[in-house]
Each structure stands twice: as C-alpha cells, then as structure tokens.
C-alpha cells in the first residue's frame, strides 16, 4: 500500500505597486500534484477560490476572458518573484515540490475583486465584489506615466506590462 502525500498550494501576491493594496493567497490541500503545479512559463491560471490558507486555481486557455495570471517562472524550489509578481507553491513534507512565479494578465475594459485573501480574482463590472477596474493595459512598456494621473497603477518588467485601474462604481 501507498501512502498518500498531502500537498499544501499557496498563492502569494507580493507587494503591489504603489497606492496598491499588497494580497495574499493562501493554497488548497490536496493529495498528488495539481494541474496549476504542473503549469508551464507562459501557461496561464485563474483563482477561482481563495482564501488566506486556501486557494483553488485552475489552468485555462491564455485567451479565456477568465484568465487573471500568467506563469513566469516554475521551478521545484522556492524563490523570490519579485514585488510585483505573486507566487503559487505546493509543498509535501514540509518540501516545496512545485513553486511559480505568476504575473497579474488582467484585461482591459474588465473589472477585478481585489482583496489581502484572493489576490485578483474577476468580477462582475456593476457587482458590489469589483474593486477595480482595468481602463488600459499597455503591453511592451512599464511606465506608470502611460495611466491618467487620478488612476492607480500596476508595472510589470517582465513581461512589461502597465495596468491603469479606476474605481468600477466612480
């Protein structure tokens, strides 16, 4: 008989940007190796679920309107991502077996729930759950100089990436 190894999943979004609010995800136990886990760089996830010690992220096709991360760097061994990049491990007997390094692909024209627990998750424009509303995404450049000066910001070096958020209900 084999015994089963538990896993536990967690995703963390580093400090954001400025007037950004710094998130964290925690992961979801789960016995074997989840599909997130075995996401590739360039693959692309969706939090579905979260929580400050459980996350549910599920790999989706890059252009899905549900997509909100985008792995840029897996590895078997834990890491610093970088502030602006949130991370997702998965650990088996105290072993981190599975660690991405994953950056924000929101869309524009689309709102987001932003919050400590869940990181970005998507939401409903007129939903009371939207925090935030993407008004531009600029890809190629990171440069906070790109977003109206009442807008709050997100840059991203790699891949460079600017995001321009507003209030969903203003």
Known sequence: MVAAR?????VRPAPLALA????????CAVTGRSAAAGA????????????VNQAR???????SGR?????????????????EYSSYEETAAGQTTAFLCLAP???????????SATGFTLADCTAPEATVRVVARFDGRADRALCDPAATYLTLAEPATTFCFVNPRA
């Open 6 to 10: 538990a896993l536990i999943a967690r």
């Open 20 to 27: 950004l609010i710094a998130a964290a995800v925690g992961g």
């Open 40 to 51: 590739a760089v360039g693959d692309c996830l969706e939090v579905t679920e979260g929580a």
């Open 57 to 63: 992220t599920t790999p989706v096709d890059c252009a």
């Open 67 to 83: 997509v909100v991360y985008t792995v840029v760097s897996a590895s078997d061994r834990k890491r610093d991502c970088g502030p």
């Open 105 to 115: 692909n929101l869309k524009a024209d689309s709102c987001y729930h932003r919050d």
